[in-house]
């Protein structure tokens, strides 16, 4: 069975730090593009980054440039977003997606798996 999971989501104050993870199983990570998506309320989802399976090549929504890192660790079959300086327009859950095969940037029409997502709430 292919799946997605999310964790490492939370409560954080307002230019905190959080580590989110997406581990894979069932499939390699290593032949699919990889999106963290987020959903705020009575907001639609929209992509965050995105991370290509070929080159690795990143790509970053506009409002969390400077502040998040995708990355990706075949060996453990994990793809991790790193969010810094957290503000409180970031809360949202947090949904992992998967594509087979290369995307720059991951159109979420084109995303087939995606995980049950992870909550990150940033308040004081």
């Known amino acids: 069975q292919l799946q997605l999971v999310e964790s490492g989501g939370g409560l954080v104050q307002p230019g905190g730090s959080l580590r989110l993870s997406c581990a894979a199983s069932g499939f390699s990570l290593d032949y699919y593009a990889i999106a963290w998506f987020r959903q705020a309320p009575g907001k639609e989802r929209e992509g965050v980054s995105c991370?290509?399976?070929?080159?690795?090549?990143?790509n970053y929504v506009d409002s969390v440039k400077g502040r998040f890192t995708i990355s990706r660790d075949n060996a453990k079959n994990t793809v991790y977003l790193q969010m810094n300086s957290l503000k409180p327009e970031d809360t949202a859950v947090y949904y992992c997606a998967a594509t087979y095969g290369s995307s720059r940037y991951c159109p979420i029409g084109l995303m087939k798996l995606w995980g049950n997502g992870t909550l990150v709430t940033v308040s004081s």
């Open positions: 991370t290509n399976n070929r080159d690795s090549r990143t």
